[in-house]
């Protein structure tokens, strides 16, 4: 079955930076576009970035500039860099694929960023 893993938060410091890593297992992983979301406490589940299968890149306005997604298909992960980190940014990602019209996700890890 589909499993995604994701790793890498933690409690950091405003402007600071954290890389957060989302190991697949289950799917042929070159062959889908993967996305991180995040969920602030109270908050809905709100798409920062997709990476495609070709490695192109989109990111939420707030983060662009800021965060870099990127992915490696030889370990079937995805990463997410992110730098200049504000207290707006604290929130648990997760990470996400679309396969056969159904969502898969990770249990998410904590992003903790203190202003």
């Known amino acids: 079955q589909v499993q995604l893993v994701e790793s890498g938060g933690g409690l950091v410091q405003a402007g600071g930076s954290l890389r957060l890593a989302c190991a697949a297992s289950?799917?042929?992983?070159?062959?889908?576009?993967m996305n991180w979301y995040r969920q602030a406490p109270g908050k809905q589940r709100d798409l920062v970035t997709t990476?495609?299968?070709?490695?192109?890149?989109t990111y939420t306005d707030s983060v662009k500039g800021r965060f870099t997604a990127s992915r490696d298909n030889t370990k079937n992960t995805v990463y997410l860099e992110m730098n200049s980190l504000k207290a707006e940014d604290t929130a648990r990602y997760y990470c996400?694929?679309?396969?056969?019209?159904?969502?898969?996700w990770g249990q998410g890890t904590q992003v903790t960023v203190s202003s």
């Open positions: 996400n694929v679309v396969r056969w019209g159904f969502a898969y």
């Open positions: 289950g799917i042929i992983f070159s062959k889908y576009d």
């Open positions: 990476i495609t299968s070709g490695g192109s890149t």
